[in-house]
Each structure stands twice: as structure tokens, then as C-alpha cells.
């Protein structure tokens, strides 16, 4: 018998009709002899409509307010689950985050977890009852509903699976898993059977919208074996677990696109000591992200600099990159928006050479300019033109041979 965290999406429960395909799954899984503790979202587009709702009574919703409205799109779908397996004969409850004691920080609409009682789960499951609870949702310390950040519902249930010492947390969702690239994108791409919590944070990070970037990260420093698995078909998912050995043998785990970034460009800086502190410490004091950075060498004392930002962040950081830049007698800044990151992710990096070479080697044969490069331990990445974006990405899958799995003897 295993304790697992089972928890569901919004389109997992998006109608009446999946409610009922979620029930036969919990109740087949309480059947197999397992205790469960079952995390819910809201229905799948609930969460924008109250979004919305709140943006045609006034310009800016109170945080405070926001939380308690959004919180109510998964007290709809814990009742309705509970009601639906009681129905059935099975013992459940719902419970808010409140009463599950999701205590969070006062970080209104992307709270932060600092702990989790889980008192009345532990009854619950000692009474033989199935608790269902709501996902994305806490409270601070005076009380207040607090949100965890969009998909924050991935986060509740990984805290229960760390809190309640669970054997596993599986994350059902409407794909059967992650994948080598994006299906959509490239036809043969393959779900991974396995995955490191780094690898699939940097997926995750890079648009691979399947798991909420901070539950793997809670669950890398909790070591909680996550899961993640389609609840509309059967079969096997993708085990997001820590890195062994086995695993460095694959080259790429997988690549994956970014549209996110825009490119800014400081022409003609005076190449002396303190200039890329004064730039950075600026767009730093805006708390705009800065992802990657180049500086040319430079030519009669002046030099570029380019870095890029959040495409949404672009008109912030260019208005204060232009006053730096006229501050340090730089001769121009340039913007350039359409332009797509590329990246090759995989723990086999560490221990192999040659990986970004390759990886050049192929965007160069189709033509592909690189403008920007960056690396880290595992994971290599370029900036290329977006409309190149699907072809760096299918070339990239077919030099790595992604479409094959490594780890079956050939
Ligand atoms: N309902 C919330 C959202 O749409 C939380 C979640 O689904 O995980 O972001
Ligand atoms: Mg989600």
C-alpha cells in the first residue's frame, strides 16, 4: 500500500462528464489498496473568467481581493468531486487551503509556502475518508486567502506529497508526459520515461508549460518523486526524479523554444571599468530579468553591449536603458523583438564534450544566424531570428537523434 498525491488540472475536471472520468480514477486507485489525498485545480478557463470579472469592475483589483476571488474556482470543483464520490459510496471531504493549514507568506497572487500542518488530511486519512483539497491556494499569517501563482495547484500538491512523506505525487494533465520538443512542433518527438528535477526546471523555465516551474523546484529540494501522466488516455507518463548515473549516458534529453525575450542592444560604450555596472545595476534596480549578455570586444575604446529581457518587460527596460546610455555618452540604443531562444537541455552535458559544437554545426547548415550564446552545466542555448524558431527545433531533434530512445538496446 502506497500513500500517493493524485492531482488533477482544469481540464481534467473541466465538465460534469470528467469529474466522473476523475472519479473512476481515484476510486480504481482506492480500490488497488492505495491511500490517496487527491489536489484539484479550478475548471479548466474558471481561473481567466474570474480574471476577468475583476478587471471590468475596476483597472486594478486590491491583491487582497483578487486572492479571495480566485480562490473560488476550486472550492466548485473539491465539492463537486467529494459529492460525486460520496454518491458513489466512497468516503470523501473537501478542504480549502485554510483548513488543510497552507500557511503561506503576504506575497498576494504568488504566495510563497513557509508550512504545512496537514492535521486535517491526517485524520481524514486515518478515518479511511478521501480528502480532496483545493489546490492554489493558502493563507497568511493574519488569515487572508493567498494564491500561489498561475498553475500554482502543481505547488499544493507537491507540498502535501513532501509534507505527508508520500511515495509519489502524480500530476494528470492532458498530455501523457514530457516530452523531447514540443509535438506540435516536431512531429517525432517522444515522451521521456524519466527525467531529472534540473532538467525538467530548465524545461519548464524554457515554455514547456507542463509542470509550474517552482513545484519542481520544491519538489528537487523536498525529493519528491513527481509524476506526470494524461488522465483522459492510459499508460505510462514521465518520472521527474533526482539525477543518477544512467542518466548522463543520454547526450539531450530535449530541446525547446522561447518567444518570451527581446533583444537590447547598447551601441558604442566607452570600454572602460564600471560601465556594465552601471547598465545592469540599473535595469537590476527596475527588478527586470536579465537572461543572457554579450559584450563585443572593443574597437577604438568602444564596444556593444547586447542583453535580453522578458518581451514583456521590454518597454520598461528600454526607457531606463536609454537614460544609462545617455548618462555614459553611449551612442544609441537598439531594440530587436522578434527573436526566438533555442535551447538543448540534457545532464549527459556534464560529462560530454562537443555538445554546443554540434548544435552550431546544425543551425549552420540550414542557414540559421546565431546572434547570442549562452551556456550552463546542462543546458546550451542560442538566440536566433523567431522566424527560424520550428526549423532550429527540428534540426536540432534530428541532429541528437531525439526521436530515439537511448536507453533500449538498439
Ligand atoms: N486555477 C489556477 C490557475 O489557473 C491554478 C491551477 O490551475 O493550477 O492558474
Ligand atoms: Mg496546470
Redesign the pocket.
Known amino acids: 500500500m502506497a500513500l500517493l498525491i493524485q492531482k488533477f488540472?482544469?481540464t481534467s475536471v473541466g465538465s460534469v462528464e470528467r469529474i466522473h472520468a476523475v472519479a473512476d480514477l481515484i476510486e480504481r486507485t482506492a480500490r488497488d489498496g492505495h491511500q490517496l489525498v487527491v489536489v484539484l485545480?479550478?475548471m479548466s478557463g474558471?481561473?481567466?473568467r474570474l480574471l476577468r470579472l475583476a478587471r471590468e469592475v475596476c483597472d486594478v483589483p486590491d491583491e487582497r481581493e483578487l486572492d479571495m476571488l480566485?480562490s473560488s474556482?476550486?472550492r466548485v470543483t473539491i465539492s463537486l468531486m467529494a459529492m460525486t464520490l460520496r454518491e458513489r459510496g466512497i468516503l470523501a471531504q473537501s478542504f480549502t487551503g485554510r483548513q488543510v493549514g497552507i500557511v503561506t507568506n503576504n506575497s498576494h497572487t504568488k504566495a510563497r509556502i513557509s508550512r504545512v500542518a496537514a492535521d486535517r488530511v491526517k485524520v481524514a486519512l486515518s478515518d479511511g475518508v478521501i480528502p480532496i483539497v483545493a489546490?492554489?491556494q493558502g493563507i497568511n499569517e493574519s488569515s487572508d486567502v493567498t494564491?500561489?501563482?498561475?498553475?500554482?495547484?502543481?505547488l499544493t500538491a507537491v507540498a502535501l506529497a513532501a509534507a505527508l512523506k508520500a511515495d509519489r505525487c502524480v500530476i494528470y494533465t492532458d498530455v501523457d508526459g514530457v516530452y523531447t520538443a514540443d509535438p506540435n512542433v516536431v512531429p517525432n518527438a517522444r515522451r521521456l520515461s524519466v527525467l531529472s528535477y534540473e532538467e525538467m526546471l530548465e524545461l519548464a523555465s524554457l515554455g514547456a508549460k507542463v509542470l509550474?516551474a517552482r513545484s519542481v523546484e520544491f519538489a528537487a529540494r523536498h525529493h519528491v518523486p513527481l509524476e506526470v501522466k494524461s488522465s483522459f488516455i492510459e499508460g505510462q507518463g514521465t518520472l521527474v526524479t533526482q539525477e543518477h548515473a544512467d542518466m548522463e549516458k543520454v547526450l539531450v534529453s530535449g530541446v525547446a523554444g522561447d518567444l518570451n525575450q527581446a533583444k537590447l542592444t547598447v551601441v558604442g560604450v566607452p570600454d572602460s571599468p564600471g560601465i556594465a555596472a552601471q547598465v545592469f545595476g540599473a535595469v537590476a534596480a527596475e527588478g527586470l530579468n536579465v537572461d543572457m549578455i554579450i559584450q563585443n570586444i572593443s574597437q577604438d575604446a568602444l564596444t556593444d553591449i547586447s542583453f535580453t529581457v522578458p518581451r514583456a518587460e521590454l518597454t520598461q527596460a528600454l526607457t531606463i536603458v536609454k537614460k544609462v546610455a545617455a548618462m555614459i555618452n553611449a551612442r544609441e540604443v537598439e531594440v530587436k523583438e522578434d527573436i526566438a531562444k533555442v535551447s538543448l537541455v540534457g545532464v549527459g552535458m556534464r560529462s560530454h564534450s562537443g555538445i554546443a559544437a554540434r548544435m552550431f554545426q546544425a543551425l549552420s547548415r540550414e542557414g540559421i544566424n546565431i546572434m547570442m550564446i549562452s551556456t550552463s552545466e546542462i543546458k546550451v542555448s542560442c538566440v536566433v531570428e523567431e522566424k527560424y524558431l520550428e526549423l532550429s527545433l527540428r534540426s536540432l531533434h534530428n541532429e541528437f537523434e531525439l526521436d530515439k530512445d537511448p536507453t533500449t538496446p538498439q
Open positions: 488540472g482544469g485545480s479550478a474558471e481561473t481567466d480566485l474556482g476550486e489546490g492554489f494564491t500561489l501563482g498561475r498553475g500554482g495547484s502543481d509550474q
